[in-house]
RNA sequence: GGCCCCAUCGUCUAGUCAGGCCUAGGACAUCAGGUUUUCAUCCUGGUAACAGGGGUUCAAAUCCCCUUGGGGUCACCA
């Protein structure tokens, strides 16, 4: 596309707060951020709070921060406030009031005094009959002089644009041409009967005074579009360039658009479960636009480098969440354990498994287990599943740990011999291989005849981690005793199966 | 139902605008091997797609039409 269109663009997110911030949102967030910061443009944020969800408890907060974590910052917006604010849409009627006379002054609209029960009563109708229902334009034609008259008398009346025969069409950035006919455009209400405007007319006109270029949204928005390039005409402005990106889909059995009662359809949920953030946007980048279809894991500064709107794809995606597993976990594992460290270390003492100081201070166990951790997690969620083994006095066992341990009638002398082959300062590195060595020459067998069960007695598991590291996060003392205690019970099911 | 949009492996996608380099590439997932005398990582390989039908053309995943399928949207909600 021309690029020289999209230098300076002024882009926005405009979420009505609901309560949470949407995935599909948080990627429209994202994809605008980017070309706000590709192209030295200004990334808005408005709060699309009229009517009944301004009240929403802390829903403002929500999408603050889920913006806040996945670090797309706003340029000018409630928060951050800017040179066309106010940013929530509950702040400005006065703006909204002045456009309405301009409506009304441009002969762009006209009342309209059928009741709300007269409509639904006709929409009932058309129904029965199994017709589409569709305005009757009884009062576009009504006299003005009669028109005022009814005002004056105090009628209550909405008011509806006056969209003349033909087509609209316009070029979207993402689908391309794009055109319907105005018959099906309607002459929809601008204004409410209590005055109020309209989603569609507000949008319009805040998208007007803040200056935005262009507008990059979903693509359930798209059939607003048409309504919307009217509503331009009537007002006199240039409209923007709008961009419908493709919805995020449900999963199946689930049909449609993702919606709250999906599972994974709120940043949230991700924040809690631990993803990396900076896979995270990776992952949300990815659904929906590819850099050549090769590249995989894209760091967010390429993404600010490389972005182009042109490269949005035009079909729906579902979430692929394995996809997220792996790009989450390819991100954990190039950190340095100093880095991980904190994180593996918050979700230990959430668990209570260490004190919460070590979030600050690791210490040397926590470092290891960090260590072991890195090639193993792949989202702070991994951790305490991952490591309950170690902080657990009576360890439970798996079925085929227990197998494992069991199916071998020699593993009760041999744990026991390793047991008393520990000495309390554990060896590390090769000095530990050689001292398992060691005790398997003196058994006369091979390392992994010793080493599954004594994985096996230690994490009541067969995949903890490596057994040096096993052994050395429990310490000399603990280890003994698992691996007594798993010699007893390789014998107690010994005697019990004979 | 009307209108709008879309259609490549199970999933995310490259390729489509400028038809031939495509016996369709990558990744996730999955399966099978290998490395690791343990776990994980890692490596190698396999299974797997152009929705269907008509055209146009020397040549179509790519262009056109129809069908089918999917999604969106049709409020004095946003």
Not at 330 to 359: D, F
Not at 393 to 412: I, Y
């Amino acid at each position: 596309m021309d690029e020289s269109r999209l230098r300076g663009a002024r882009v926005r997110f405009a979420p009505s707060p609901t309560g949470y911030l949407h995935i599909g949102g948080a990627r429209t967030a994202l994809f605008n951020w980017l070309v706000a910061r590709r192209y030295g443009g200004t990334f808005i944020l408005r709060l699309e709070d009229t009517d009944r969800v301004r009240d929403v408890k802390g829903a403002r907060e929500a999408i603050y921060e889920g913006l806040r974590w996945l670090g797309l910052d706003p340029d000018e917006g409630p928060e951050q406030g800017g040179p066309y604010g106010p940013y929530c849409q509950s702040e400005r009627g006065e703006i909204y009031a002045h456009a309405i006379a301009e409506l009304r002054e441009r002969g762009a609209i006209y009342p309209c005094f059928y009741t709300r029960e007269e409509l639904a009563a006709q929409r009932a109708a058309a129904e029965a009959r199994g017709e589409v229902w569709r305005y009757d334009g009884k009062y576009r034609e009504l006299a003005p002089s009669l028109a005022k008259a009814r005002i004056d008398r105090g009628e209550e009346h909405t008011w509806r644009l006056k969209v003349n025969a033909g087509a609209t069409r316009y070029h979207d950035l993402v689908l391309g041409d794009s055109e319907v006919k105005n018959d099906d455009v309607e002459d929809i209400i601008l204004v409410r009967g209590n005055g109020e405007p309209v989603y569609n007319l507000v949008v319009v006109i805040d998208d007007h005074h803040m200056r935005v270029s262009h507008v990059l949204r979903g693509a359930d928005h798209q059939t607003n579009t048409f309504k919307q390039l009217q509503i331009y005409l009537g007002l006199g402005w240039t409209p923007p360039e709008f961009g419908h990106i493709p919805l995020i889909l449900a999963e199946p059995p689930n049909k449609g658009k993702m919606s709250k009662r999906h599972g994974g359809a709120t940043v949230e949920e991700y924040q809690k479960a631990g993803y990396d953030v900076e896979a995270m946007i990776n992952w949300l980048a990815l659904m929906g636009w590819s850099l050549d279809g090769e590249t995989e894991v894209i760091s967010r500064a390429d993404l600010v480098k490389n972005f182009d709107i042109s490269r949005i794809g035009k079909t729906g995606a579902q979430l692929n969440r394995p996809k997220l597993e792996w790009i989450s976990g390819e991100y954990l594992r190039r950190q340095s354990p100093q880095q991980l460290a904190p994180r593996v270390a918050r979700a230990l003492a959430e668990r209570g498994w260490i004190p919460a100081a070590e979030i600050d201070s690791p210490s040397a166990r926590t470092m290891r287990i960090t260590t072991a951790l890195r090639e193993r997690m792949r989202k702070d969620g991994d951790v305490a599943p991952l490591c309950t083994w170690i902080f657990t006095a009576d360890l439970p066992f798996e079925e085929k740990a227990q197998q494992t341990l069991v199916k071998d009638p020699e593993n009760a002398a041999r744990l026991e011999r390793l047991a008393a082959a520990l000495p309390d300062a554990l060896p590390d590195g090769e000095a530990f291989s050689e001292l398992m060595k060691r005790v398997a020459a003196e058994l006369g067998v091979g390392f992994g005849k010793i080493a599954s069960p004594a994985r096996a007695a230690l994490t009541g598991g067969l995949s903890g981690f490596e057994l040096v590291d096993c052994f050395h996060v429990l310490g000399a003392t603990e280890s003994v005793r698992r691996l007594r205690a798993g010699a007893a019970r390789c014998r107690s099911a010994q005697s019990a199966s004979s």
